[in-house]
C-alpha cells in the first residue's frame, strides 16, 4: 500500500522567511501530486497540483511545488512566507492506476509570527 | 465555483445511536467521497462512490455504510455509533479520471459520540 510522509509536524516561522516543508512518497507508479490547504475554519482546498510536464508547479498565492521523481518527493515552497499563511497543509498522492485512491500525509501545521 | 455542503457543522449522539450525515454538491460531479480526519492521522477515506446507487470502500469502512440515490448526494450512515468514531468527517467530490484527485471539499462535520 502507498504511504505519504511528511517530514514535519509542526513549522513555527516568522513573516517574511522562507518555508519548505517536505512530502515523501512509497509508490512504484505514476502518480499524480496534490498540495491541500486547510487555514484556520475554512475547508480544506487545492493548493496546486502536478500530473505532468514541467516538475517544478506553481500554485496560489505564491507557492511552489517541486516533484523529484529519484526521489519520491514533492515539497511544497514559498519564499516569503505572510500571517495569513498560517494553516493546515496535506502532501496528498494519486495514483494513475487506481485514480480512486487518494492518500494524504498526516499535515503539517504551520504558525507564522508577525 | 463547486460547492460542496454538509448538513450539520457539529453533532452530538449518544453510543448506539444510528447517524446520519449528508453530503450534497452543485456541480454535477460523478465521484464522491468521504473521509475522517484525525489529528496526526491525516484523512482516511471511508467510502467512495463513482456513480449513483455506486459505492466501493476506502480504507476504513468498518462501522460504516453508505447511500448515493441521486448523483448530488451522499449520505454516510453510522449504524451504531462508538465513541471511536468522534471525529472530523469531511465530505469531497470531483470530476472523472484524469481529475479524480483534484476534490473540492465541504466545510467538515465534527462529531462527538458519547
Known amino acids: 500500500a502507498q504511504s505519504v510522509s511528511q517530514h514535519n509536524h509542526h513549522v513555527i516561522l516568522s513573516e517574511a522567511a522562507s518555508l519548505e516543508l517536505g512530502c515523501n512518497y512509497s509508490y512504484g507508479g505514476t502518480v499524480n501530486l496534490f498540495w491541500y490547504v486547510q487555514y484556520p475554519g475554512q475547508h480544506l482546498q487545492l493548493l496546486l497540483k502536478y500530473f505532468s510536464g514541467d516538475p517544478l508547479v506553481k500554485g496560489i498565492k505564491g507557492f511552489e511545488a517541486e516533484f523529484i521523481k529519484s526521489k519520491f518527493s514533492f515539497n511544497l515552497r514559498k519564499p516569503s512566507v505572510q500571517w495569513s499563511d498560517t494553516a493546515e497543509y496535506f502532501c496528498?498522492?494519486?495514483?494513475?492506476?487506481?485514480?480512486?485512491?487518494?492518500?494524504f500525509g498526516a499535515g503539517t501545521t504551520v504558525t507564522v509570527r508577525a | 465555483d463547486v460547492k460542496v455542503t454538509q448538513s450539520s457543522r457539529y453533532l452530538v449522539k449518544r453510543t448506539g445511536e444510528k447517524v446520519f450525515l449528508e453530503c450534497v454538491q452543485d456541480?454535477?460531479?460523478?465521484?464522491m467521497f468521504w473521509y475522517r480526519q484525525d489529528p496526526g492521522l491525516g484523512l482516511r477515506l471511508i467510502y467512495f462512490s463513482y456513480d449513483v446507487k455506486m459505492k466501493e470502500k476506502g480504507d476504513i469502512p468498518e462501522g460504516y455504510s453508505v447511500s448515493r440515490e441521486k448523483k448530488e448526494r451522499f449520505s454516510l450512515i453510522l449504524e451504531s455509533a462508538s465513541t471511536n468514531q468522534t471525529s472530523m468527517y469531511l465530505c469531497?467530490?470531483?470530476?472523472?479520471?484524469?481529475?479524480?484527485?483534484?476534490?473540492?471539499f465541504g466545510p467538515g462535520t465534527r462529531l462527538t459520540v458519547t
Open positions: 456541480m454535477d460531479h460523478e465521484n
Open positions: 496528498a498522492v494519486n495514483p494513475r492506476s487506481n485514480d480512486y485512491k487518494l492518500s
Open positions: 469531497a467530490s470531483s470530476r472523472g479520471s484524469p481529475y479524480r484527485g483534484e476534490q473540492y
